[in-house]
């Protein structure tokens, strides 16, 4: 799998697992911590997440502006993780669970995000500068792939370990989990819950004895769920700790770019003519204006400021990156921008499997299981089967002998194992939401080789797709998986028919019914289609920046990359907002019409995207 590959790619993707491992956590629980610990609505919290993930990549940008400038990609990298080590330590310290408290994970978040900022960017700046030796060059693709995959291994636990924590948690305090319960706590303690009876069962069943004091309870539950999810960010700092022990000893693999590629950017500023060698007034009155234009259009298009600000802040870049490159940069400038604005689409879309998809898993899928289903929902019977699977595919493969007696060994011995816990396993088995986010990072790491294999043998008779060309099917195949949850949603009762406004103009609420549950392989179903549609779009566009950016724009370019796709993660909040005002199948609708938009527009400046490539 590496052969051909430089050692360093092996030190970019396990220093990356930490990262990887506190982002899946964050995807798996931030809104549902939020919600739980402070009493948010969705649209809430929805806006706090929306925030967190833009200022994760748009913090990038400084971070790219900061490394291009001194060149020490590899110091500022360094910083980025202690820094977000810092973050969620923060995120950690278990506090009372009221609104008072909020303020401490806002600072948090954005510690963690300002890290992020140092470090996502530049590495991935990093892994292209490896490929840009010519001896590296015709594995680029590839080699983001492999990245791309290992990355998410350490990312694949996260959603397990973070629920395994909070379930530990919760019963040291004496009680069992149930997602449906502080949303009716937090509304039990407002006054604004109608099922009494509901919450009455749910409240004995998870203490396991009958609850006589609902409000002392409520609140018990309440703190212990939180603090449960607090503890579960402890393990994501110690993932990071990892992360940063592995980089410090090992980052001399690396490229290292600080003085070599000072002389030559000197030398090629030279050659510029005057006005691109600085940034001129002109070009920094010209963006600032087009920035502050934009803000106040949103602004009063959307009665949201700092979204106006977020868009403002990307035209503002793409303005300012056009005055200050050269007539021969602009056509690669202007490619790169193109894509930068499809992504916006994609990752508004995609991301919801952390926000929107997540609300969908806790309330609309089934929380009990039986005994073969919830073989996916347990870290060890799922690693059993995967490990049962890898040995058949090793059997039935042309391979070595060795490889075939080892793949047969792996088949019935991890067959059986799983076996083995399907049997344990009782008729009904309650299951998890945040597990869900598990399934996409599984995926990635099953599904890299083959879609890998099948580049190569198009490779080979000449008919793989241009990286463009990728980017584009990734766009239809990520509309796909959201017809996928929009079928599934059809008949459900919609989350604004469970409000209504009672006799003294209070709004209640009632937690949704088990007729309007579904199975969680609707779910699994959207996550691997949407899975396919990520290894199509994400790593090609890594690569693609990596590829047509101009070398002295290099961290930049990634940076205006992750850019694009905080604007992208910005507009996530239009999920949370309409969750409880559309039907649900006119919610997913939004963003199987978004994606098929954007593949059509990519498909329509292919040529030039191409052209860029050459």
């Not at 490159?325 to 994609?346: A, H, W």
């Amino acid at each position: 799998m590496l052969k051909g590959h430089p050692k360093g790619l092996l030190v970019a993707f396990f220093s990356n697992m930490g990262e990887r491992f506190g982002f899946y956590t964050m995807m798996a629980i931030l809104v549902l911590f939020l919600q739980a610990k402070y009493g948010l609505s969705e649209s809430q919290a929805g806006e706090y997440y929306s925030w967190f993930y833009f200022g994760i990549y748009a913090l990038a940008l400084i971070g790219g502006i900061v490394a291009d400038a001194t060149r020490k990609y590899k110091s500022v990298i360094l910083f980025g993780i202690i820094i977000m080590f810092a973050g969620y330590v923060l995120m950690a310290y278990p506090t009372e669970a009221n609104k008072s408290f909020l303020w401490i994970s806002v600072i948090a978040l954005f510690t963690i995000a300002f890290g992020n900022g140092l470090f996502k960017g530049n590495l991935q700046a990093v892994v292209g500068q490896m490929y840009d030796d010519p001896k590296y060059s015709s594995v680029r693709d590839t080699a983001f792939m492999i990245f791309y995959m290992g990355i998410n291994i350490g990312a694949f636990f996260a959603p397990f370990v973070a629920t395994g924590v909070r379930n530990w948690f919760l019963k040291t305090q004496g009680f069992a989990h149930d997602g449906s319960l502080p949303a009716m706590c937090h509304a039990f303690n407002r006054g604004e819950l109608s099922d009494m009876s509901t919450f009455q069962e749910l409240a004995n069943k998870v203490s396991g004895t009958v609850v006589t004091d609902l409000s002392a309870f409520a609140q018990e539950y309440i703190d212990a769920f939180a603090k449960g999810y607090n503890y579960a960010f402890g393990i994501a700092a110690g993932a990071m700790v990892i992360s940063l022990l592995v980089y410090v000893f090992f980052n001399k693999l690396l490229p290292s770019v600080s003085k070599e590629a000072a002389g030559v950017k000197d030398e090629a500023n030279k050659a510029l003519p005057k006005s691109n060698q600085t940034t001129s007034p002109i070009a920094l009155l010209l963006a600032g204006g087009l920035m502050i234009t934009t803000s106040v259009i949103f602004y009063f298009l959307m009665n949201d400021v700092l979204l106006g600000a977020a868009v403002g802040l990307f035209v503002g870049f793409v303005a300012w990156i056009f005055q200050i490159s050269t007539k021969e940069e602009r056509p690669r400038v202007t490619s790169l921008m193109l894509v930068f604005f499809v992504v916006i689409f994609f990752w508004m879309s995609f991301h919801q499997n952390g926000l929107t998809l997540t609300f969908f898993a806790r309330d609309y899928t089934v929380k009990t299981v039986d005994s073969f289903t919830n073989i996916f929902f347990n870290l060890e019977s799922i690693l059993a089967f995967i490990g049962a699977v890898v040995g058949f595919f090793l059997l039935v493969t042309p391979r070595k002998m060795t490889q075939r007696i080892v793949g047969l060994a792996m088949f019935l011995g991890l067959g059986y194992l799983t076996y083995y816990f399907i049997s344990g396993y009782s008729e009904v088995n309650a299951i998890e939401p945040e597990v869900f986010q598990s399934f996409n990072p599984l995926f990635i790491v099953a599904l890299t080789f083959p879609v890998m294999g099948v580049f190569a043998w198009l490779r080979k008779k000449n008919l793989e797709p241009s990286t463009p060309k990728k980017i584009g099917i990734g766009m239809i195949i990520a509309a796909l998986g959201f017809v996928i949850v929009f079928v599934a949603s059809l008949n459900l009762v919609s989350p604004h028919e469970l409000q209504f406004v009672d006799v003294d103009g209070v709004t209640k609420y009632n937690p949704v019914p088990d007729s309007s549950r579904v199975m969680p392989y609707w779910l699994i179903s959207s996550y691997l289609v949407l899975t396919i549609a990520e290894l199509f779009l994400s790593p090609m566009g890594l690569s693609f920046v990596s590829k047509v950016a101009p070398s002295r724009f290099q961290g930049l370019m990634q940076g205006g990359w992750l850019l694009a796709t905080a604007v992208g993660n910005k507009f996530l909040f239009i999920g949370s907002e309409f969750w409880g005002r559309l039907d649900l199948w006119q919610l997913w609708s939004i963003f199987i019409v978004c994606c098929l938009l954007s593949a059509v527009f990519i498909f329509s400046i292919m040529k030039r995207l191409e052209k860029a490539t050459n």
